[in-house]
């Protein structure tokens, strides 16, 4: 994640009109719903490639919202960052952080 240069929406939201209020609104959904309409073909974090050297790019990272497999090599998923991975002394443990893959509904970690 990177921080993104701005002011916070919680610090100008009080002094905004209803239409200024409702295009941010509208805006947010918009965001959502495009983030929505992909499916990842792997579950765990996403890294830029460069950040996560020898991951290995294995076919389409995402299927976009018309059902085409889409590739990015700017992008991979690697290894959870989750806290239920690293939480109560988890990151202690030698166990697979994934990636994982979604098969016939089930996840299967690639080894």
């Not at 805006?27 to 073909?41: L, V």
């Not at 018309?66 to 443990?93: L, Q």
Request: with cysteine; proline share 5%; glycine share 8%.
């Amino acid at each position: 994640m990177e921080k993104v240069p701005g002011i916070e929406l919680e610090r100008v939201w009080p002094e905004m009109s209803i239409e200024d209020r409702f295009t941010v609104v509208k805006a947010i959904a918009g965001f959502q719903k495009s983030w929505t309409s992909i499916s990842f073909k792997q579950y765990r974090s996403l890294y830029y490639s460069k950040d996560l050297p020898g991951a290995v790019v294995d076919g389409p990272l995402y299927i976009d919202a018309n059902g085409s497999e889409t590739t990015d090599s700017a992008f991979v998923i690697g290894p959870s960052t989750g806290r239920e991975m690293i939480d109560n002394k988890r990151d202690t443990v030698d166990f697979d952080r994934g990636p994982c893959e979604y098969k016939r509904d089930t996840l299967h970690c690639i080894d």
